[in-house]
């Protein structure tokens, strides 16, 4: 072999299915050689072609043209890196629809839809409920309970602007009404509610989990302690914001279920108890001021 032959040691080596100056390969072939998850991959290509997952598994011979390819490929090695499927797609599904995200935002998570079921629990029986999300991030929760319930009144507060961005082209994009608000937790309020919800930065500093979610905003995961200054900075202003019989709801971290049932308690609040997620992770408290 001569040297003119060989492979230079920069040149990466061509991909399986794609030959040196980038042929067409088919969509079954580039999940299966893409190095992820395969149910990501296909999530990814889908998103490439502007095509349903479903189309790829009915077609898994679509070719897919050299351009494609190349975006899928650097789609697949971002996420190799560990950037979260949903900022590669720039959408994430909750409670049924779909919510635009980027970087500025937490990615909406399942057990925040326990959360959503039990805040509409709560409006059960309260025609045209007053609701306030403290922390709205993408907005997810209080445009979920704006459309599920046409009549409540919903507001949303978040301190991030960038954040407040994302959560109104979000209301815009769903057709939710939904009243935003710049400021921290209660600061740019007046008046009282039937209903606060609240998913703050609870996981503390220290908490390992935070390496795997440094895509995420920061901010909106750990208040930089033990995870639970926010935690108790809501439930302690939440009774002046509560009107009689209004009642408080709060996600908190998996070992957080006592602390804030305590809390809760302590700060006036009734009927205190946890509901937990899908995974019977004690994940909600839920408090009553009567
Ligand atoms: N539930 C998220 C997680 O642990 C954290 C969300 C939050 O801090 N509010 O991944």
Not at 120 to 133: K, S, Y
Not at 257 to 274: C, I, N, P, Q, Y
């Amino acid at each position: 072999m001569t040297a003119a032959f060989a492979p230079s040691p920069q040149a990466p080596l061509p991909q399986a299915g794609e030959g040196s100056s980038g042929s067409i390969a088919s969509a079954r072939d580039l999940i299966e050689s893409s190095g992820i998850d395969a149910s990501e991959a296909r999530s990814l290509l889908a998103f490439v072609l502007d095509a349903k997952r479903e189309a790829l598994i009915a077609r898994p011979q679509q070719p897919v043209t050299p351009d494609g390819v190349a975006r899928f490929r650097d789609l697949c090695a971002r996420r190799a890196r560990g950037e979260p499927v949903a900022y590669l797609l720039g959408q994430r599904e909750f409670f049924g629809r779909l919510f635009r995200v980027d970087r500025s935002v937490l990615i909406p998570r399942p057990e925040t839809e326990c959360l959503v079921e039990a805040a509409l629990r709560q409006m059960q029986g309260i025609f045209a409920p007053r609701v306030l999300d403290l922390g709205t991030g993408s907005g997810c929760i209080a445009i979920t309970l704006a459309l599920e319930r046409p009549d409540a009144q919903v507001w949303a507060i978040d301190v991030s602007r960038s954040a407040l961005e994302v959560a109104r082209r979000n209301a815009a994009a769903l057709s939710a009404s939904v009243a935003f608000l710049c400021g921290c937790w209660f600061a740019p309020l007046r008046g009282r509610f039937e209903l606060i919800v609240a998913n703050p930065p609870y996981v503390a500093s220290g908490d390992p989990h935070l390496e795997e979610l440094s895509y995420e905003p920061r901010e909106a995961l750990t208040d930089g302690a033990d995870g639970m200054s926010n935690l108790v900075q809501i439930a302690r202003d939440a009774p002046k914001h509560l009107a009689t019989g209004g009642a408080l709801l709060l996600e908190h971290g998996y070992n957080q279920g006592r602390a804030v049932r305590k809390l809760m308690a302590s700060s006036g609040f009734d009927s205190t108890h946890t509901l937990q997620d899908l995974a019977g992770i004690e994940r909600v408290c839920v408090g009553r001021i009567n």
